[in-house]
């Protein structure tokens, strides 16, 4: 039975900051943004978006009265959940009007939560093929005004149905991965900000890119020359370069050439958005269907998350996989946003609302809002 990814859905805020305007106000080479991390715009959400308004929003585009008939599973994968005890899933049954015979929960393990997300959902429905699942990654990436990852945040989700004869990615089921105890990268619950070793996370992701790829060689007996693109974790597209950078002169050169116009397409939208952790690799994903894509292609999936665990994984695209993508609403999206300024941005970035908030709809831009916090609960709506 094929299985696989058969829609997907995106979502991100509608304001942005330039990088070159960032890189000015922090008194830094524009170049150093644009070009040694690689990142053009970053989007930036309302006081009353969070992990749960943009997991709605990305999941409302893609799902049908169809879709919600036949889900079984739901998954989101975040860390920047809103709730220490109910999962992100939970809070989507309202918003969406999804049947309540479904299982439902969210994983955490840094950017790698959506990855693991999808593999059980494949499972669910190896064993259940009359069923769909529905996988959502959603984040909003912060390390703090002024520190050195300031210019690698974001936010954004991405929502993706899973289903048998699936019109976009058949996952083939060829993985390898792995799991080290690393301090690069972590957000203790007291924190909104997370805390990073950059350098040492950028060392990690690229040893375990390296370990993963010898391991799938030998696992599959594979080679390069079994894919013609490959994907990465990219929380800033410099980081997916340094990894792609390990196979240049280890490979042909007309290869390489073709593995690094491919990994261009695909960071075209994450140059735009920044960071959306768990959701980065499936940005990367939908970038390529997007931008260069091709039928019958096999893709080679470089999924990370801190602390750290990877995960290597083929999957073939398919022939219909434009039919799962609404291309037009991605492109208009992205294109419609607004650009803030930075001295805006940094006010926004400093609300944090308080038990007792009730938001003024009138002044909501997004479909699915944080309306209220009441007796220290959470409350969402969406608008009509
Ligand atoms: N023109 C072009 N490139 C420039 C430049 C200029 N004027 N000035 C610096 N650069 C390059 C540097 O050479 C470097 O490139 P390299 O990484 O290929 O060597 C790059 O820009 C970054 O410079 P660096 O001095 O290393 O930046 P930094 O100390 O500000 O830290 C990060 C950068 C990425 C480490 C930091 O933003 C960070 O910690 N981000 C969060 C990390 C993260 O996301 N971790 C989780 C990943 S899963």
Redesign the pocket.
């Known amino acids: 039975m094929n299985i696989g990814i058969d829609k997907i859905g995106f979502y991100t805020p509608k304001d942005y900051i330039d990088i070159v305007e960032l890189a000015k106000a922090r008194d830094v ?1 524009p ?2 943004f644009t ?3 690689g990142q053009d715009k970053q989007a930036v959400p309302r006081p009353y978006e969070d992990a749960v308004t943009m997991a709605a929003s990305s999941a409302d585009s893609i799902l049908t009265e169809a879709d919600k008939a036949s889900l079984g599973l739901l998954i989101v994968g975040t860390e920047s959940s809103v709730d220490e005890s109910k999962s992100t899933a939970a809070f989507l049954m309202d918003l969406l009007e999804l049947p309540e015979d479904i299982r439902s929960f969210e994983i955490k393990q ?2 790698y939560g959506a990855t693991a997300g999808l593999q059980t959902a494949y499972d669910f429905v190896s064993q259940n093929p009359d069923k769909k699942a529905l996988v959502i990654a959603t984040d909003i990436a912060r ?1 703090g005004i002024k520190t ?2 300031e ?2 945040q974001g936010a954004g989700s991405v929502a993706m149905i899973v289903s048998q004869n699936p019109r976009v990615l058949k996952l083939n089921y060829k993985s390898v991965y792995m799991t080290k105890n690393v301090g ?2 972590w957000r203790p619950t007291f924190s909104k900000t997370a805390f ?1 070793r ?2 040492y ?2 060392e990690i ?1 690229v040893d375990f890119f390296k370990t993963l790829w010898e391991k799938y060689q030998t696992k599959y007996s594979a080679t390069i020359d079994d894919f013609s693109t490959l994907l990465f ?1 990219i ?2 597209t ?2 997916g370069t ?1 990894a792609l950078r390990t196979l240049e002169g280890k490979i042909p050169d007309d290869k390489y050439a073709e593995l690094t116009e491919h990994y261009q397409q695909s960071i075209k939208f994450s140059r735009e958005v920044g ?1 959306l952790y768990t959701g980065s690799l499936y940005l990367g994903l939908l970038s390529y269907l997007i931008n260069g894509a091709r039928s019958g292609e096999e893709l080679l999936m470089f999924s ?1 998350g ?1 602390g750290a665990v990877g995960e290597l994984y083929s999957a073939e695209i398919q022939k219909d996989f434009a039919s799962g993508i609404v291309s037009e609403n991605v492109l208009k999206m992205l294109n419609e946003r607004k650009k803030m300024s930075i001295s805006d941005y940094e006010k926004i970035y400093q609300i944090e609302y308080q038990n007792g908030t009730i938001v003024d709809p009138e002044a909501v831009e997004s479909k699915f809002y944080l309306s209220e916090i009441k007796d220290n609960e959470r409350l969402y709506k969406k608008n009509k």
């Open positions: 080479d170049n150093k070009i040694g991390i840094a950017c390390y050195p990852g210019v690698t690069d990268f990073a950059g350098k996370s950028n992701y974790h929380p800033y410099k980081m340094k960071n990370y801190s």
